[in-house]
């Protein structure tokens, strides 16, 4: 690695972290302004307020503007570089444009591996105190009952609730068929079912029919306890229960609901595999900021800077809106979330045929 590297190298990752810490230090200000009411009120402690709160938001918007991070970083070092003609300097010297690149895509690296490790296994854990800590002392966003759920148990076994709170734990009109071939075999009814803990239910007033052939055979009783394969927590779904968890518990999370014939799992998709978009949009907004501001115009550094602002935000907006997309279901949330950075690998492609050789 020669000096050229190290110093772009430097110059990249250190722009990066104290962009972030600029960016962070004023969003904390605004954050605290906002809901300096809502601690007067419920009167949380100092030390849930820095430690369970602060301290995992700010990995947690870190991660959700990494991408801008980057984009900002870029732009704003390499402009001064082409500013102060640096970058004239090393090309009259016989050094090639894709030469240059490389101290770029190196610490892009770094970069979008520190992002994808941190969204992966150090964020969900801190999202969980961090959401708890909202829903506790801010709003309560969570979801504590639904109605006409239908979920698979097992292969050949749907069960359905009227209605399920979770504060109490109780299920009204309750329903567990059961399907061999296609044919129903087994139907049980319960007025009212209660959630004990993990797989354990207890199911009061409730009937049986068991089709045997051309025979029915019909059983009754007040209360029975049965163990049923599912949760609160597999039907009663948050859109920011995918955020606490880990990418491999994530994965294994939506196969399961898949399994189970839940529908409303686009939420979960999408923070799946945003999670390796992101990671991914470093290389692409690298490549994007140093063909961009590698050259030297009249409008200066700020100009490069209002261009490289203006791509970053349309990033992140476009980012949202393919995610509405797929919220609706018009197109996968694997398209919805890599749309974006197809066309603007195609953008970074096009700006890096253009920039100075």
Not at 9 to 19: A, M, S, W
């Amino acid at each position: 690695m020669f000096i050229i590297d190290r110093y772009i190298i430097k110059k990249f990752l250190g722009t990066y972290i104290f962009t972030i810490a600029l960016i962070i230090a004023i969003t904390i200000i605004i954050d605290l302004n906002q809901k300096i009411d809502n601690f007067i009120k419920t009167s949380p402690s100092l030390y849930s307020i820095v430690v369970d709160y602060y301290l995992n938001f700010i990995p947690y918007f870190i991660n959700l503007f990494s991408p801008l991070f980057v984009f900002i970083a870029v732009i704003f070092f390499t402009s001064k570089m082409a500013d102060d003609s640096e970058i004239i300097a090393l090309m009259s010297s016989g050094l090639r444009f894709r030469r240059l690149v490389r101290p770029y895509m190196i610490s892009a690296g770094v970069i979008a591996v520190s992002t994808f490790l941190l969204n992966s296994f150090v964020i969900p854990p801190g999202n969980v105190k961090r959401i708890n800590f909202e829903n506790t002392y801010v709003r309560n966003k969570s979801v504590n009952d639904d109605s006409n759920i239908q979920l698979m148990v097992k292969p050949g076994v749907i069960a359905h609730f009227n209605y399920y709170d979770n504060n109490t734990k109780h299920g009204r009109g309750f329903s567990l068929e059961r399907f061999e071939d296609k044919k129903l075999v087994s139907r049980l009814t319960a007025q009212n079912i209660y959630w004990d803990s993990l797989y354990n239910w207890k199911i009061t007033d409730y009937l049986i029919r068991d089709f045997i052939g051309m025979k029915e055979i019909i059983s009754s009783g007040e209360k029975m306890d049965t163990t049923l394969a599912i949760m609160p927590s597999d039907f009663l779904i948050s859109p920011r229960d995918s955020e606490q968890l880990s990418t491999p518990r994530l994965k294994e999370y939506i196969d399961r609901q898949k399994k189970r014939g839940i529908g409303n799992i686009q939420l979960s998709e999408i923070e799946y595999y945003k999670r390796f978009s992101m990671a991914f949009a470093a290389f692409i907004l690298t490549v994007t900021g140093v063909s961009l501001s590698s050259r030297k115009i009249k409008g200066g550094m700020g100009m490069n800077i209002g261009i490289g602002m203006g791509l970053s935000f349309s990033y992140i907006l476009f980012m949202q809106v393919s995610s509405t997309f797929a919220i609706s279901g018009y197109v996968s949330p694997f398209v919805a979330v890599w749309i974006p950075n197809l066309l603007y690998a195609g953008i970074a492609a096009w700006l890096y045929k253009k920039a100075p050789r």
